[in-house]
């Protein structure tokens, strides 16, 4: 198939492909006569590629393990555990802003007079000689 079949197939745009090629994390066949042919076992790196990134891997963490022996469990686990460390910050980072969203729409809710305190604490709005000039 050609690249853009080959984009399309693993869901990615061109672009993509190119990138990860040059990355290193998928190969660019040899030009024979025509566009350069990609086959079954490109797409299923690519897909192999996508699917770590849905599980929070990095590009380079996923570099990693396409270069692991297959029986190399422990390196493989050592990624995943540090991934999922990695999640839980990250997670955690999430609730924080999430808990003071939550407070603000519910301070908005309960105040019926007054600057919204949504509006309020994310303004860099001055007062200027009477009239509200952006900083």
Do not use: W
């Amino acid at each position: 198939m050609k690249i853009g079949e080959l984009a399309r197939a693993g869901g990615v745009n061109v672009e993509t492909i190119r990138y990860y090629q040059r990355r290193g994390l998928l190969a660019q066949p040899a030009r024979h006569e025509g566009p350069r042919r990609y086959t079954r076992s490109d797409l299923g790196r690519l897909q192999s590629i996508r699917s770590a990134q849905t599980a929070g891997f990095t590009l380079d963490e996923i570099a990693t393990l396409l270069a692991l022996d297959t029986l190399d469990r422990t390196a493989a686990q050592d990624l995943a555990r540090a991934r999922i460390a990695a999640l839980d910050e990250k997670i955690a980072t999430l609730q924080t802003m999430r808990g003071a969203l939550v407070k603000l729409a519910d301070d908005c809710a309960s105040e019926q007079s007054g600057p919204c305190p949504i509006i309020d604490a994310f303004s860099f709005v001055h007062e200027n000689a009477g009239s509200r000039v952006a900083s």
